[in-house]
C-alpha cells in the first residue's frame, strides 16, 4: 500500500480587476474574469512549483529534504538563482557593488568585486540532483509520484544569476517563469526562492515590456497577478521592493522567513525539540543516512561551499569565536557540536504545500511546517513569531528522518510511512451561531502501526476570537469523533480551525492531519 494521492490545491481567493476588454486575445484568457469567491482549482493534484536557489549551504540542505518530498509538487524548474550574498559575476570582469551588503560590513571593503561567494562552475543543484537519481529506485518503492531523474535535471536551469539585483537580462529560468505565468494551465504557480527574486522580477518585466502598451494588458495584468504566487525567504536582492511590489502589487507574496528552520534555530526551538539540532540526532537520521546524508551540511564537516570564503566557517570542530576571527573568518553565529545542525533556513518556502492535511497553502494566515503570517501564542502565552513554526518542527523532522531512511531501504516494509488521516464531509463548512457540530475523522496506517488521534482547535489561525469546547471520543482510536457547540458571540464571517492530529507509534514517529474550517454565517 502507497500513500494515497495529494490533495487538490485551491487557489488563494482574490478580486479581480474589471474591464478585461481583451480577456481572450491571443489565447493569453480562456475563461471569464475570475469571481470575488473564485475557487478554481489546478489541472493536476500537484502543487505546480519553480524552486530557485543560491550557493548558501542552507539551500543545499533545503534541495535535498525538496527531493525528497518532491513527489507531491509538480516541479517546472530547479534555478540557480543570485542574491545580495551569492552572485557569479558575467565572467568578462565587470565588477559589482550594492551599499549595505555583507562585504562592506563588519569593518570590510571588499567590493565592488567580480562576483561574490559563488564558485567557478557551481553545480550543487546538479549534484543533488545526481544523487536523487541514485537514491529513487528506493524513494518510489516508499511513495508515488517522484519524478524522473532525467526529467529533473532536463529542468535545471540558470536564472539572473550575474549580479546582485540584476533584472537588465533575460535568462533561461526568467524565460521559464514568465512561459509559466502566461500559459492556459489553470491554477498557481508557486514562485519559491530561498535566494533573491531577480529572476521573477526578471519574467514579470518582460511581460510588462510586451505588452503593457496593448489591448491585452489589464487582462495580461490580471491573469499573472492571479496566477503567480511568491513565497521567499525575505527579500534578498531588494528586486520585490524595488520592482515587483510597485509595478505588480496585486501578486500575492508570502514571507516565509522563520527562525526555526534557519541558523538561529536554537534561539526558536521548544526545549522538547532541542534533540532534533542535536549532534547525535542529526547524525543518526540524517547525516549518517545514505549519500543524500553525505552531501547535508553539518557542523564540522570540513567542508566549505565556495573555498577561501570568510563566512563560511561551519566546516571547523573544536575551535572557538576567537581563533576562527584569528584565522580571517568573520564569526556571525556561534560554533556548535560537531556533527550538529548548521541550518535549513529556506525549507520553510515549500513546507506549507506539503500534502500532510494542514492545507498551508490555501491562505497565508493558515498556518503549516512552514509556519504562518502571525505569531501563535506559546505554551507560556506569550505570542510569538517563532512558535508559529516551532511548534511543527518535532513532527516535520520526524518525518523527514523517515524519508531520509526510505532513500537506503529497498523493502517498502522496513521503512514507516505516514497514517491516512480522512475526516467525513466537507473540509470547509458553514455553521450557525448554537448549532451543535459533530466530527467524524477515521485514521489508518499503511504499516499496521496503532495510530493516536486528538481533535485541537487552532485558536491562531481563526479569526474568532474565543475558544471552543471540544468533547471528543477517546484517543487512541482509529474512530476520531469530536462535538462542538458553535458559539453564541460568534460573529458572521469569523472562523474556527479545527485539527485532527494523528500520530502513528512506528519508528520514526509520523503524524498526518486534517483541518476542518467552520465559517459563522449570519
Known amino acids: 500500500m502507497k500513500k494515497p494521492a495529494s490533495l487538490l490545491r485551491t487557489p488563494l481567493k482574490r478580486t479581480t480587476i474589471p474591464a478585461l476588454a481583451a480577456a481572450v486575445l491571443c489565447g493569453l484568457v480562456t475563461a471569464g474574469p475570475a469571481a470575488a469567491d473564485d475557487t478554481r482549482k489546478p489541472a493536476d493534484d500537484k502543487p505546480r512549483v519553480i524552486l530557485m536557489s543560491d550557493p548558501e549551504l542552507d539551500d543545499q540542505n533545503t534541495l535535498i529534504r525538496y527531493l525528497l518530498y518532491s513527489n507531491e509538487f509538480d516541479t517546472e524548474a530547479l534555478v540557480y538563482s543570485s542574491s545580495g550574498v551569492h552572485w557569479a559575476g558575467d565572467g568578462k570582469g565587470t565588477k559589482w557593488f550594492v551599499p549595505g551588503r555583507e562585504y562592506t560590513r563588519f569593518g570590510l571593503n571588499l567590493c565592488p568585486c567580480t562576483s561574490w561567494r559563488w564558485k567557478p562552475g557551481e553545480r550543487f543543484i546538479h549534484e543533488a540532483v545526481d544523487i536523487y537519481e541514485r537514491v529513487y529506485p528506493n524513494l518510489r518503492t516508499h511513495a508515488d509520484g517522484y519524478p524522473d531523474p532525467g526529467e529533473l535535471k532536463s529542468r535545471i536551469l540558470n536564472g539572473n544569476i550575474e549580479f546582485d539585483g540584476d533584472i537588465s537580462k533575460d535568462t533561461p529560468g526568467s524565460d521559464l517563469v514568465r512561459r509559466a505565468l502566461l500559459d492556459n494551465r489553470p491554477g498557481p504557480v508557486y514562485l519559491l526562492t530561498g535566494a533573491g527574486q531577480s529572476t521573477i522580477a526578471r519574467a514579470l518585466k518582460s511581460i510588462k515590456d510586451q505588452y503593457e502598451n496593448t489591448p491585452q494588458w489589464p487582462a495580461v495584468y490580471e491573469k499573472v497577478s492571479q496566477k503567480a504566487v511568491i513565497q521567499s525567504f525575505g527579500d534578498q536582492d531588494d528586486t520585490y521592493a524595488n520592482y515587483i511590489k510597485p509595478n505588480w502589487p496585486d501578486i500575492e507574496f508570502r514571507q516565509m522567513s522563520t527562525r526555526i528552520w534557519g541558523y538561529g534555530a536554537r534561539n526558536a526551538v521548544r526545549p522538547e525539540d532541542a534533540k ?16 543524500f546524508g553525505e552531501f547535508y551540511r553539518v557542523w564540522g564537516d570540513e567542508k566549505q561551499m565556495v573555498p577561501g570564503d570568510i563566512f563560511d566557517y561551519f566546516g571547523f570542530s573544536g575551535l572557538t569565536t576567537e581563533q576562527l576571527r584569528a584565522m580571517g573568518y568573520i564569526v556571525w553565529t556561534p560554533p556548535q557540536e560537531k556533527g550538529s545542525w548548521i541550518s535549513e533556513g529556506d525549507t520553510s518556502i515549500f513546507m506549507n504545500l506539503l500534502d500532510n492535511g494542514l492545507r498551508g497553502y490555501v491562505d497565508a494566515s493558515y498556518g503549516g511546517w512552514g509556519g504562518r503570517n502571525g505569531p501563535d501564542v506559546d505554551p507560556g502565552g506569550t505570542p510569538s513569531s517563532d512558535y508559529s513554526s516551532a511548534r511543527w518542527f518535532g513532527a516535520a523532522q520526524e ?124
Not at 532534533?276 to 545514505?290: D, H, I, P, R
Not at 455553521?431 to 466530527?439: A, D, I, K, N, S
Request: charged share 20%.
Open 276 to 291: 532534533y539540532l542535536s549532534s547525535q540526532w542529526t547524525k543518526a537520521n540524517v547525516s549518517q543516512v545514505g549519500p
Open 399 to 522: 518525518d523527514f528522518a523517515a524519508r531520509m531512511k526510505w532513500t537506503v531501504t529497498p523493502r517498502y516494509s522496513a521503512a514507516n510511512h505516514r497514517p491516512s488521516v480522512k475526516v467525513s464531509g466537507q473540509s470547509d463548512r458553514d455553521v450557525r451561531r448554537g448549532e451543535v457540530v459533530t466530527l467524524v475523522g477515521h485514521a489508518t496506517d499503511p504499516d499496521r502501526n496503532t495510530v493516536t488521534s486528538k481533535w485541537w482547535q487552532y485558536a491562531d489561525a481563526d479569526t474568532y476570537p474565543g475558544t471552543v469546547t471540544l468533547k471528543q471520543s477517546s484517543p487512541g482510536r482509529d474512530l476520531a469523533k469530536v462535538r462542538l457547540r458553535v458559539p453564541d458571540d460568534a460573529a458572521p464571517g469569523q472562523t474556527i480551525h479545527l485539527i485532527l492530529q494523528s500520530t502513528d507509534d512506528g519508528s520514526p514517529t509520523l503524524t498526518s492531519y486534517q483541518r476542518v474550517v467552520l465559517t459563522v454565517k449570519g
